[in-house]
């Protein structure tokens, strides 16, 4: 039977064991039909490679600027050209000298090897050549073999020149050459998906990636086993073609419940053979679980409470942070915090670069499930993905410091997914792409997810490459128009950046994208081309009402195609549309509007939604809606009392002031420049309070920094706002604490004053200046501590030691015969030991305090009192160690006698009345002819 194989040339032949034999027989030359080239073929050899393969090896050596090369074979009385090659897009080996071996063609596995084209038709050359052939025709055994003859074909004619060989190969004998190319390398896997510690239930993902250097028709054998190392019963076998399979399905019900292991087999079709098994045993358990499941009580992750919760499940997360990356499995649940996303973190650190998104949704998932306050961070490739037509509910998170490569750094759409995202804060996440906050990546589909009352901010975009925009948002959308627009509605998107040259930055839209803007702030964005709003290539205008379009960098509004429609939105320089206005809208710090902001009442009056605002107070307050994310309210005037926990400080010390407030009502924000002495103290920090958090699913957000980001400026800038729709805070309580480090010279002084603290109620625009002297700070010097009094051992001297006290330049002593009694200063040193001999008095108790100074009448506090005695005999007065009658000579000269007389001696007044008198003469000889 005859067949033609040219297009079965692959790169397989290294990987086999070539045997050859040789052997020639003539044959007619069919007639040439134009003349014959220049050609000689020579050295052909054949390698039976058994089964059904064949490799043929020859030289040929020629002129010709065209050339190209037929193999035949003889089978059953005629010759049939197996395969033809043109030198034109050889990948050859160069061997030097003009020398060449032709390991295969410009789309075979010659490429793998990474071999330059040679291009033949400029130079004359002599090639070696090899070629693999796999056909039935190449199997040769015992009985029959076939013959095999090399001819050079010309330009035109079908075989104008031919030289060639016969070979019929009878044996199998050693190759004379094989390829330098790298041989058959076994595939690698490496198994994914379960890899220790799961709970599977129903149909779960068996994942794992591989490779192959040669090969890409692969097969994989998927197996499951009771230990490491099986026994294995086979899942299922994947077939792939062209490609690298990476994934299957498994239904877990078809196995008993227990602790599994996972086997993956891929095998490259040519005898190589790869194989992983997963890390660490799993669980697989089927049996229903209670709801609702509580985390870590009932277990101790979170995926594995959504491993074996059942659709409708409630899973409650205790407060904590877990470090994990976890995936919704297409399961309809209710996932949520305890008490909210300030409390109950995810960190998807875990994973390393490129390690996956924090939390997945891919699986198809709706709004039934819920992801519900948590503060998700630290994702590598995304904070939260949702693909494959998922569309969960992402409700009250904060969505913080994720990255991805690509789009979409804190959340990111794709394949159709239309995820719903509401009260969140999506903050200080970046992309190397577009869409440092939310990116939708609808290439050939479109994505249409809304965000609602949500906070974006300081968010980044371009980081791989600095043409990509949209720092807060980025939507893209194929050509076909979007059946359900994307929503953007009641949101804050301020202070996010794209890449230098990134087309926009607070929202950038692409192609068919197309999204309702309604009732939002987009405020100091900075974009290369245009900081608030752009779109690129744009076939749908977009929606934009009711809207504060302001301080953004390098324009407001730019669309490079359909122009959108606004109406009845602030933008800064003016739009044409119905009720659009170009005024300062007057916001505060934290986005909100004031009394007398143009914004108020300015709305659309044919407004229907949103019903409410960012805060959740309702819409309108007033005769119509105001324009932006905050609905103005009136509200009371708060009343601001900071307080220092140290206004007496030493150096190194730490002054906190706590910031609070009293009576207040609907309170959202607290504003206040701080002034200090930066001689006297280093600014340190600052904590938000847990006032205006209250307790909710979203927190406060404080910002605190030096003025113009300069510590020596002597000024805090400090401002502390509510984010999220939860509205503002009613009573009292602590908003923030700032943190002070003494760092002057000792005795200094310095005051810290609020200036200008600007207190607001919730959208009353009211404010009050509450300007408090604040405390004198004076720098002293710590008192001297572990002071100790011991005998100095000469009798009449006690030694009086203490620690060093940093800053000091000296020490006071002082001594008091009483305790608590009046004390004298006795000496000074500027060493932490002092002897006193100041006539002591042995067997009598002495009394220190000690003081420390640095100069310039700057003292610490006195130490505490200790107490010391000198060694020896009370009468001893001429400190011989015995009392005799040379001690009563010296109290007689001496009787009568009061301080300040010449006769006066300190060593007789025995009771240290300061006169010598007869109560020293009782004492001296009540003791007489006592010894030591």
């Not at 065209?66 to 990948?91: C, E, K, M, N, Q």
């Not at 071996?101 to 400029?122: A, E, H, I, K």
């Not at 994914?192 to 779960?204: H, L, M, Y």
């Not at 003494?742 to 200008?756: K, Q, R, S, W």
Request: charged share 15%; net charge negative; with cysteine.
């Amino acid at each position: 039977m005859k067949k033609r194989w040219h297009k079965y040339w692959p790169a397989i032949f290294c990987s086999l064991i070539m045997l050859f034999v040789t052997a020639t027989t003539a044959y007619s030359a069919p007639t040439p039909y134009d003349p014959a080239p220049a050609v000689t073929i020579s050295n052909v050899t054949v390698v039976n490679n058994y089964p059904n393969t064949i490799t043929i090896e020859f030289d040929s050596s020629s002129s010709w600027t065209i050339l190209s090369h037929s193999i035949w074979v003889y089978t059953g009385g005629y010759w049939d050209p197996l395969a033809s090659i043109s030198r034109d897009d050889f990948l050859c080996e160069d061997l030097g000298g003009g020398h060449y071996r032709m390991v295969g063609d410009g789309t075979g596995f010659g490429s793998l090897w990474g071999m330059p084209v040679q291009d033949f038709n400029t130079v004359p050359v002599t090639i070696e050549q090899g070629f693999w052939i796999s056909s039935d025709v190449g199997h040769c055994d015992a009985v029959d073999c076939n013959y095999y003859k090399v001819l050079a074909n010309g330009a035109v004619s079908l075989h104008s020149g031919m030289e060639g060989t016969e070979i019929n190969p009878t044996s199998p004998t050693t190759p004379s050459w094989a390829l330098t190319g790298p041989p058959n390398t076994n595939p690698s896997v490496t198994v994914d998906a379960p890899n220790g510690g799961e709970i599977w239930t129903g149909t779960q993902s068996i994942l794992w990636s591989a490779a192959d250097a040669e090969q890409t028709d692969l097969t994989a054998n998927l197996y499951h086993g009771a230990s490491a190392a099986g026994p294995w019963t086979l899942i299922n076998t994947v077939v792939f073609s062209g490609g690298m399979p990476t994934g299957d399905s498994w239904d877990t019900t078809t196995v008993a419940d227990g602790t599994y292991w996972v086997r993956v087999e891929v095998l490259d079709g040519v005898g190589g053979v790869g194989e992983d098994v997963s890390d660490a045993s799993f669980d697989v358990n089927n049996t229903p679980v209670a709801c609702p499941i509580y985390v870590p009580d009932d277990y101790a992750t979170i995926q594995q409470a959504i491993d074996v919760a059942s659709n409708g499940c409630e899973i409650i997360v205790r407060d904590g942070t877990y470090n994990e990356q976890i995936n919704f499995l297409g399961k309809l649940i209710n996932l949520h915090s305890e008490n909210g996303a300030a409390t109950t973190t995810i960190d998807g650190s875990i994973g390393g670069a490129g390690g996956g998104a924090v939390v997945s949704f891919v699986t198809g998932e709706t709004n039934s499930s819920i992801l519900d306050g948590f503060n998700i961070t630290n994702g590598d490739d995304r904070g939260i993905t949702c693909n494959n037509s998922s569309s969960p509910m992402i409700v009250n998170c904060i969505i913080s410091s994720n990255y991805s490569p690509n789009a979409g750094g804190g959340i990111n759409c794709s394949g159709g997914s239309n995820p719903i995202i509401q009260n969140s804060a999506i903050r200080n996440n970046s992309a190397g792409a577009s869409g440092g906050g939310i990116a939708t990546d609808a290439i050939g589909s479109t994505c249409s997810p809304k965000v609602i009352n949500c906070i974006i901010k300081n968010n980044k975009a371009g980081l791989g490459n600095p043409a990509y925009g949209g720092g807060g948002i980025a939507f893209w959308s194929d050509w076909s128009p979007e059946a359900t627009p994307p929503e953007i509605i009641n949101c804050i998107i301020v202070s996010n950046t794209a890449g230098a040259s990134g087309d926009n930055a607070g929202i950038s839209l692409q192609r068919a994208s197309s999204p309702r803007i309604i009732n939002s702030t987009i405020a100091n964005n900075i974009g290369g081309n245009c900081g608030g709003i752009g779109g690129y290539n744009q076939t749908q205008p977009v929606e934009i009402t009711n809207c504060i379009v302001w301080g953004n960098t390098n324009n407001q509004i730019y669309f490079y195609a359909a122009a959108p429609n606004i109406t009845y939105s602030d933008i800064e320089g003016g739009w044409a549309g119905a009720g659009n206005i170009s005024a300062d809208p007057l916001l505060n710090t934290a986005y909100h509007l004031i009394a007398t902001s143009p914004c108020v009442d300015a709305g659309d009056p044919a407004s229907v939604l949103p019903t409410d605002d960012i805060d959740g107070d309702a819409r309108p307050q007033g005769a119509t809606y105001d324009m932006g994310a905050d609905e103005y309210v009136p509200g009371s005037i708060p009343v601001v009392t900071p307080v220092p926990d140290n206004p007496s400080p030493q150096l190194g010390d730490t002054v906190t002031v706590e910031v609070n407030v009293a009576d207040v009502t609907d309170l959202y924000a607290v504003n206040f420049d701080m002034l200090f002495n930066p001689t006297v103290v280093d600014y340190v920090g600052a904590v938000e309070g847990a006032f205006l958090d209250n307790g909710n699913p979203i927190d406060a957000e404080l910002l605190a920094e030096p003025l113009n980001g300069d510590p020596s400026s002597g000024v805090i800038v400090a401002g502390v706002s509510r984010i999220g729709a939860i509205g503002g805070v009613s009573g009292s309580g602590n908003v923030a604490t700032l943190s002070f480090m003494v760092v002057g010279a000792y005795c200094t002084t310095t005051d810290l004053i609020f200036d200008n603290a600007l207190l607001e109620g919730e959208l009353q625009g009211s404010t009050i200046t509450a300007v408090w002297d604040g405390t004198t700070l004076t720098v002293t010097l710590s008192a001297p501590t572990n002071v100790t009094a011991t005998d100095a051992g000469t009798r009449d001297q006690i030694n009086v030691c203490w620690d060093a006290v940093a800053g000091a330049a000296g020490y006071e002593v002082y001594r008091s015969n009483t305790p608590g009694g009046v004390y004298e200063l006795i000496g000074t040193t500027a060493a932490t030991c002092y002897n006193d001999a100041s006539c002591i008095l042995p067997a009598q108790n002495y009394y220190y305090q000690v003081k420390a100074t640095s100069g310039a009448s700057c003292y610490s506090e006195l130490s505490a009192e200790v107490s010391g005695v000198a060694a020896g005999l009370l009468g001893d007065i001429n400190n011989d160690g015995r009392i005799d009658g040379r001690d009563l000579s010296r109290l007689a000269r001496g009787f009568g006698a009061s301080l300040g007389q010449p006769r006066y001696d300190c060593q007789s007044d025995l009771d240290r009345s300061e006169l010598i008198d007869g109560a020293d003469l009782i004492q001296l000889t009540s003791n007489f002819g006592l010894t030591q």
